[in-house]
Every structure is written in structure tokens, then in C-alpha cells.
């Protein structure tokens, strides 16, 4: 699955304002955090761009009242420098009356 696809399905659950922070150095084009789904929606280009992103995979979900934790590896084309990369990531969602209202992401950025 692409990640602009899987960016679409997941955009339908989340509230129009949202509290969505992607950890990662300055660097990293869409690291940052982000306030509403427009501005989900507009960061799309800078994610295709950076990266061509060949597998995204959760294994594992856990859940804890509003929160849920997501595990998985992602593996993608460095458009700048053509490298492979192969990395874990952690997306932590808060979910409530069943719309995200926060997310975090985090993954191996030396990688």
C-alpha cells in the first residue's frame, strides 16, 4: 500500500481540528505538526516527494481506553540520495466518540 492511499483512509476518522505531530528533525520535509486535516492533506506532497514508499506494514495494535498504539516497519526510496531505507515506527492515536483527535509518529530517523 502507498502511503498517500493509506494517508487517505486514515484521514476519515480524524476531527477536522487535530493535534498531529510527526517527530523528526527539521530536515525531515514533513516532520512537524500539523492542526487541522486540510493541512494533513496538504503535507501529502512533501511525503510523496521525500520518500517513494514501497512497503508500510503495522503488526501489532494495542489498545489502552483513548489510546491506541500501532507498531510496524515501513520501507521506502530516499528520493534525495536514492538510498533504501528499512525502519520500525510507533504511531500513537487518541481516539475519542471515535475520531482521532491526536496523533504522534516516531521512527528511526538515523536510518
Known sequence: MRLGEAMFRLLDPVCDEVDWKSLGPA???YAGRRNTKEELLDSLPKWRKHDDMQM???REFIEAGDHVTALGIER?????DGRLVETEW???FTVIDGKVVRWRGCYETAA
Open 76 to 80: 521506502f526510496m530516499s528520493r534525495p
Open 27 to 29: 530536515a525531515i520535509p
Open 90 to 92: 510507533i504511531h500513537v
Open 56 to 58: 508500510f506494514e503495522p
